[in-house]
């Protein structure tokens, strides 16, 4: 969703690199990989997953990843439907500077809603945004429940959490979908990194 610029008497400045020119020392195509999906899918274990994989072979990244932006960038966001909105649309345009400037961003967000992640993607130039839905099933999502947060929102001790009292928007378009209940972490991992090598992102290994 576009929003009105409320700052008066900027300018959009240019640098001396550009973003080809950071491209081309790296040795890899930039690009934000958007994961999503369920709390408990796997989105940050396959993210961290898939950074190793990519750092291993030299390439500059980074990820982004829901709990630690609420720590600081956006710590005055609750879980409101316009504070998820806002969530997102404030992490869209950090993974489109890190973007930008070289780097294979990777974002792990449940970003619940078709419509920001259409923003998130609307941002990117074209080709450069992935979504990679990590899709598993709620009961194992439940049943994995790494932080315990299901059996909160079960409890009623946690309002509008997604799957139990807010809702979640499955990815209609998504580039990938991973059912990380059916495969395991390295097969998810190679996944990822063979669709990057199909589009370009990554070179051939040996190239």
């Not at 998130?120 to 080709?127: F, M």
């Not at 799957?163 to 979908?177: D, M, N, Q, T």
């Not at 998810?188 to 199909?198: A, G, H, M, N, Q």
Request: hydrophobic letters at 35%.
């Amino acid at each position: 969703m576009k929003r009105e610029v409320k700052s008066q008497n900027i300018t959009k400045t240019e640098g001396k690199v550009d973003h080809d020119a950071r491209v081309a020392r790296n040795g890899h195509k930039a690009a934000i990989l958007w994961f999503t999906g369920l709390s408990g899918a796997g989105k940050s274990t396959l993210a961290q997953a898939v950074e190793a994989a990519l750092f291993e072979r030299r390439c500059h990244t980074y990820i982004l990843d829901g709990d630690n932006i609420r720590f600081g960038l956006n710590r005055d966001l609750g879980f409101s439907p316009e504070d998820r909105t806002e969530n997102i649309r404030r992490i869209s345009e950090v993974a489109k500077l890190m973007m930008d400037a070289g780097t294979i961003c990777l974002t792990a967000f449940i970003s619940p809603y078709i419509v920001d992640r259409q923003g998130a993607r609307a941002i990117a130039p074209e080709g450069k945004f992935i979504e990679i839905y990590t899709k598993c099933s709620l009961d194992e999502c439940e049943r994995r429940d790494p932080k315990g947060l299901y059996k909160k929102a079960r409890a009623g001790e946690i309002p509008e959490f997604t799957g139990i009292s807010a809702p979640y928007e499955e990815p209609e378009h998504a580039e990938l979908v991973i059912e990380t209940d059916k495969h395991d972490l390295q097969a998810c991992v190679r996944l990822v990194l063979d669709y990057l090598t199909e589009q370009g992102i990554l070179k051939v290994d040996g190239d």
